[in-house]
């Protein structure tokens, strides 16, 4: 299969790229700083690698020319939790209107259709009343972007699913990841590489279409 990855070089993205790469995917990634990337997947045969803004309509635009993508995975951070920017809704929302602009969300493959798998955080939309009221004012600015973005996303004709991961870490993968929908998760951490892997799984799956799935370790 061959999957956009926006946010690559980021530590999420970084994961998506390298677990989908090791599965045998082609991976076509949008960056601003191709440096970024660790070696062993920049170096990879096929990692398609495309400099760019993702905040810029006709970068993203001109990836959809002429490519047909199994999926685009969006993994995008912002500047900190103190920033007030809007990367993440922004970016999803250029996609969202190069897709539609070019009629993709009409193709029909086995799977269903080309769809977007968002990761998103636990505290966005209505999971606010799931995390500590503290997290959350500490959270606010980049939630707010996130509950942009997932209202851009539940909004727009393209089959989507929504990862809201709990406070993401650096351990091992081991699969061991609990989904929750639509309430509450019972633990506060989870690992980048686990929610990657969960990520991934969601393009050949329909169980989770149209939902926005909260996703921990198990207590």
């Known amino acids: ?15 998506i790229c390298r677990e989908a790469l090791s599965m045998g995917h082609i991976i076509t990634a949008l960056v601003r700083t191709p440096s970024k990337f660790a070696q062993d997947i920049s170096n990879h045969k096929s990692l398609i690698l495309k400099t760019g803004d993702v905040l810029d309509i006709t970068v993203v635009s001109s990836l959809f020319s002429g490519t047909t993508f199994d999926a685009v995975l969006i993994a995008l951070g912002g500047g900190g939790i103190m920033a007030r920017d809007y990367v993440r809704s922004i970016g999803t929302r250029n996609v969202i209107q190069a897709m539609e602009d070019k009629g993709i969300y009409t193709s029909v493959n086995t799977l269903g259709g080309p769809r ?6 636990m505290g ?8 500590p009221s503290f997290i959350y004012w500490m959270l606010k600015h980049p939630i707010a972007d996130t509950d942009e973005q997932e209202k851009l996303v539940k909004t ?3 089959p989507y699913v929504i990862a809201r991961p709990t406070g993401l870490t650096n351990q091992p993968k081991d699969g061991n990841v609990r989904e929750t929908y639509p309430g509450p998760v019972p633990t506060n951490t ?18 989770n279409l149209g939902k926005a799935i909260g996703l921990c370790k198990p207590a």
């Not at 299969?1 to 994961?15: D, E, P």
């Not at 977007?116 to 955080?121: G, P, V």
């Not at 966005?124 to 799931?130: L, N």
């Open 116 to 121: 977007l798998i968002i990761c998103s955080t």
């Open 124 to 131: 966005a939309s209505e999971s606010k009343e799931w995390i």
């Open 156 to 158: 727009s004709k393209i």
């Open 190 to 207: 989870v690992t980048r590489c686990d929610v990657a892997n969960w990520m991934l799984k969601q393009v050949e799956s329909n169980l």
């Open 1 to 15: 299969m061959h999957y956009l990855v926006l946010g690559a070089t980021g530590a999420l993205g970084q994961n």
